[in-house]
């Protein structure tokens, strides 16, 4: 496969064999850099799922599985890409108050306002919609790392 074609395999599972290495790196194609030509897949193998990025200059060869494949918005939504969440008013609703129980659950001290909603954890951080690591501003770097962990618990 070459960069041209990988606009219509965007979504598929891929093998990637890397030059000079005996091993294969699997995943979703999530996009090819049209100017680089490096790759993004989808690993779905690692808990959480996570990108993986592959720079052009180490790929030797690359397998498309057609019999497998994944949307864009699902793969956004298992990245948790803020440009498919923020579209969802129900799925914003629903990740919040998983959110909210989740803190309760814990003990974590909070402070939220139905009318708001941003979500003020530890009285010093923010976590605002999409309620992602991303979404959590705070000025205490010790606090708001611990804030971003909690949010990664949550899946």
Known sequence: M????ASNRLGYYVRVTLKGKSQDLGGFLYTVDPSSGNVILLDCDM????ARVIMQHAIANVEVDSERCLGMKTMDAILQRTSFVCDDPAWLKTRRDAFIKYLEKHRVPFRQDE???VI???GRAR?????VVTS???D???IGK???ELVIKLG
Not at 2 to 5: A, L, T
Not at 47 to 50: K, L, R
Not at 127 to 131: G, I, K, M, N, T
């Open 2 to 5: 070459d960069i041209s074609d």
């Open 47 to 50: 808990t959480p799922p996570n």
């Open 115 to 117: 009318n708001d909603p």
């Open 120 to 122: 003020h954890v530890l």
């Open 127 to 131: 976590v605002e919609p999409p309620y």
């Open 136 to 138: 959590v501003f705070c």
């Open 140 to 142: 205490n770097q010790i």
């Open 146 to 148: 611990r804030v971003q």
